[in-house]
C-alpha cells in the first residue's frame, strides 16, 4: 500500500496553490512529481465559468467542467475526458509523489476523482500521494481510506508549510522507517 498525505482546505483556501508550491519544493529535493492540480476558468469580467485539471510535470491542461446549462439539476457539466487525463496522470511511470487536487463533494460520493485517488493509495509501491481535500468532505473521505502519514490545514503561513514539506522528505526518502517501498 502506498503512502499519502493531505492538504485540508476550505473552498476558498487555494488548496491547488499551496500544492504547486510543495510539489515544486519537493521536486528540488530531487523527487519526481507529478499528478494534477484544478484550475478556474474565467470569462472577460472575472466569473467563473468552469474547471481545467493541470498536469503538473508540464501544465498541459483538459477541460473538467464548465457551467451546467441544466443548473437545476447541478450547477456544472462535467466532462469525463478530464477524469480520464487526470487518472493518466497520477499513472505515470517513474514518479515519486503525485497530487490529486480538489477532492471534494464528486469525491466523498465516490465518484469524480476518488477512483484514481483510492486506487494510488490502495495500490502497493504506488507513488506517495498528496490529496488536495475540501473540509467539508474530509470525513467521507478518510473513512475509506488507510490513515495518512501528514496532513496539513489551510490556511498555513510559510514556516508550517516548510515543515510540512520537511516533514515528507524525511518520511520518503528510501532509508526512512518503512512508509512505502
Not at 494510488?120 to 490513515?147: E, F, K, N, Q, Y
Request: glycine share 8%; hydrophobic share 45%; proline share 6%.
Amino acid at each position: 500500500m502506498a503512502s499519502w498525505s493531505a492538504i485540508i482546505g476550505g473552498i476558498r483556501a487555494n488548496k491547488a496553490g499551496y500544492a504547486w508550491r510543495i510539489g515544486q519544493a519537493l521536486a528540488h529535493r530531487g523527487f519526481r512529481v507529478g499528478g494534477f492540480v484544478q484550475e478556474a476558468v474565467r470569462d472577460d469580467d472575472g466569473s467563473i465559468i468552469g474547471w481545467d485539471v493541470v498536469r503538473l510535470l508540464d501544465g498541459r491542461s483538459h477541460t473538467l467542467a464548465r457551467v451546467s446549462n441544466e443548473p437545476h439539476l447541478c450547477s456544472w457539466r462535467f466532462d469525463e475526458r478530464g477524469f480520464h487525463a487526470a487518472a493518466s496522470w497520477l499513472s505515470e511511470p517513474g514518479l515519486d509523489v503525485v497530487v490529486v487536487d480538489s477532492v471534494g463533494k464528486l469525491e466523498a460520493a465516490g465518484t469524480g476523482h476518488y477512483p484514481a485517488l483510492s486506487a494510488r493509495i490502495l495500490v502497493p509501491d504506488a507513488p506517495h500521494v498528496i490529496a488536495c481535500i475540501r473540509d467539508t468532505s474530509l470525513a467521507t473521505i478518510v473513512l475509506g481510506l488507510p490513515d495518512p502519514i501528514a496532513s496539513l490545514e489551510l490556511p498555513a503561513s510559510p514556516d508550517v508549510t516548510q515543515h510540512f514539506v520537511d516533514d515528507l522528505d524525511d518520511l520518503l526518502r528510501p532509508d526512512a522507517p518503512s512508509v512505502r517501498r
